[in-house]
């Protein structure tokens, strides 16, 4: 008798995603034993709305680059292909139907473990998948008795890496090689590393209000790093 399949869903906007992001799923693959890490890119995240700086085209191929040739981890376009926002709740129902025997496991940092009863239909996230949550720096409230014996602490250490980090670097023209390992096929100056140079040609539009350049200002509104697909990956 086969085996009931182990899916972990990981969620999120991703807006870029970085080192920590894999480092989670990494733990979560290695410590539950997951046959796959399934990264779900919000394309309309309600908590988020009018937060969301890169297309959701652009993240989801920021995520195909940073899980190239990582095992056991696959990008999905479930939420990116479905109508209205992007509830939690519906992407396990459907990953459930399509997956009927796999046992699901939800990935989340602490702090959205904390607002998870102020989700659409928590009580039915928590029958549908055990959480497997990550510690965040300085969060230590404690937890809404409904989640109380249905998640489990990865074994990874507590890490402030954000993705604004990187947008505002990205905005100031730093360098992000430190946080984000995305490595993509672009035209790059000789000496220069791949993932930087791809997240600041994605950026080279990108303004986070506050972090502009000397005698540049900030330009409200656009919808992604850069116009443009990018290459390779």
Known sequence: M?????IGIYGGTFDPIHRTHLDIAR?????????????????????????????????????????????????????MDRIGPSYTVDTLREIHQQHPEAALFLILGYDSLLDLPSWHKPKEILVLARVL?????????????????????LPIEENAMSSTEIRVRVARGE????????????DQPPGR??????LQTL??????????????DAEPGLPGYRNRQPQGG
């Open 2 to 6: 086969n085996k009931p399949q182990r």
């Open 27 to 79: 733990a979560a693959r290695d410590t539950a034993g997951l046959d796959t890490v399934l990264f779900v890119v919000a394309a309309r995240p309600p908590h988020k709305r009018g937060d969301v700086f890169a297309s959701a085209e652009d993240r989801l191929a920021l995520v195909q680059a940073a899980i190239a040739g990582e095992k056991g981890m696959e990008v999905s376009r479930i939420e």
């Open 133 to 153: 949550a990550a510690r965040r720096p300085g969060i230590n409230a404690p937890l809404h008795p409904m989640v109380q014996g249905r998640f489990d602490m």
């Open 175 to 186: 360098p992000v090689h430190d946080l984000a390992d995305v490595a993509l096929a672009v």
């Open 193 to 198: 590393r791949a993932h930087e140079v791809q």
């Open 203 to 216: 950026g080279a539009r990108f303004r986070v209000p506050g972090a502009e350049p000397p005698g540049q």
